[in-house]
């Protein structure tokens, strides 16, 4: 029986996670195999359930490919060529779950890059009013950053992440009183193993709040807004930032020249997000100030503005604890009925990355695509990105996803 439920779990993978009469609601949770205490199920990826204890297996599979035009005059500028390529941009597995409703925990690797490299491996108490997390995860900083990149409208977040911290070893407290989030924490800025970088590493406060105004019809009409801020100590005194043109594939397009006497660094975020049915806007600012011994105290920003419409009766998701957006479940998935044809949503979005106060330049991007849901497990991004550098050229980036979550 066990496995058959190996056999079966990816079948109802591309299916969307419901019983073939069942017009593949992703809501159900079919019983796969289950004994003595102990039960697997299936929704949206493979659950456990046994005396206290539950959890969940899941992971992502997501591969890129992508034409980048030739420009000489950016070659000369970056000093390396643009080359087309294909990537497994991420590929990861995940145990995740519950100890008597109090008790998480997730650990979760990635081996897109050829080893084993932790992403989130955490513990915490939960289900209070206060809860507390620690371990290696994400930095409260910024919707998008929070967002998880199995939700995100496009390939890449914007421009302006690079200022995002993401993923650092510490301790949070968190919140998610009836329409608001909060969390805030202590961090010191660690490597692909949650080790600190350096022995001098210090360590950085960071914080976020949420208010959703409304959020009605489940989701279908909200309004979102936040703030975030970090103070941090660059590890070694050294700070740079590089970023590419919204594409992994591409060569960082732009740089900072490297601040090697950085007291500290202070961020401050701006987010906001609107739901109306079928429809979407999003945006973000994010500002850098760096203190420094020996120079004028540069001041770094970014921010984008999307939006999304779907030409489907679908809608995006929203994750109401975590003040973020979550799974799309297409109200008509592949292979569930006939002449389903899942959900189909158009992008466009436009973002910019400012390093004009070191003299480092300024880049561009304007991106539109569609987006193919197949099942809630499945989807397909097709998108064109225009990356400008200013005062030196364009060129156009036509790139590709095919993605499996579970």
């Not at 035009?69 to 070659?75: K, V």
């Not at 997730?106 to 507390?132: C, E, R, S």
């Amino acid at each position: 029986m066990f496995t058959h439920a190996l056999i079966l779990g990816p079948v109802l993978l591309l299916g969307g996670g419901g019983d073939p009469g069942s017009g593949g609601d992703p809501d159900l949770e079919p019983t796969l195999f289950q004994g003595t205490g102990l039960s697997w199920t299936w929704k949206d990826g493979l659950r456990y359930k046994a005396s206290g204890v539950e959890g969940k297996i899941g992971g992502r599979i997501q591969h890129d490919v992508a034409y980048i035009g030739n420009n000489s005059a950016l070659e000369s500028a970056l000093g390396t060529p643009l080359e087309d390529g294909s990537e497994f941009r991420r590929s990861r597995i995940y145990f995740s779950g519950e100890i008597q409703d109090h008790l998480e925990y997730k650990v979760q690797y990635d081996f897109a890059g050829g080893d084993a490299d932790f992403k989130d491996a955490y513990l915490g108490l939960t289900g209070y009013d206060v809860n507390v997390r620690f371990g290696q995860f994400k930095e409260p900083f910024s919707l998008e950053e929070i967002t998880s990149s199995n939700y995100i409208d496009f390939m890449e977040r914007s421009l302006a992440n690079v200022f995002a911290p993401a993923r650092s070893t510490g301790v949070m407290v968190h919140g998610a009183p009836d329409g608001w989030t909060w969390a805030a924490g202590l961090f010191r800025d660690s490597n692909s193993y949650g080790d600190a970088l350096g022995a001098d590493a210090e360590w950085n406060a960071t914080g976020r709040v949420t208010w959703t105004p409304w959020n009605q019809d489940d989701g279908q009409d909200l309004l979102h807004v936040g703030i975030s801020a970090s103070f941090r100590s660059p590890a070694g005194d050294t700070l740079s930032l590089s970023q590419r043109p919204e594409s992994h594939i591409a060569p960082s397009f732009l740089a900072t020249t490297p601040i090697t006497d950085a007291e500290d660094a202070t961020l401050l975020g701006f987010e906001a997000a609107w739901v109306l049915g079928q429809f979407s806007l999003q945006g973000e600012f994010i500002q850098m100030d760096v203190s420094s011994t020996s120079m004028s105290d540069p001041t770094f920003n970014g921010f984008y503005v999307q939006g999304s419409f779907f030409l489907t009766e679908d809608h995006k998701a929203y994750d109401a604890k975590r003040g973020a957006f979550g799974r799309v479940k297409p109200n008509n998935p592949m292979w569930s009925e006939d002449e389903a044809c899942g959900a189909w949503e158009v992008k466009a979005r436009y973002s910019n990355l400012d390093f004009t106060d070191t003299n480092d330049g300024e880049l561009n991007d304007i991106g539109v695509g569609v987006n193919w849901y197949l099942t809630s497990n499945t989807k397909v991004m097709l998108e064109a990105i225009n990356a400008d550098l200013d005062n030196v050229d364009n060129t156009m980036i036509v790139q590709c996803r095919m993605q499996v979550t579970f």
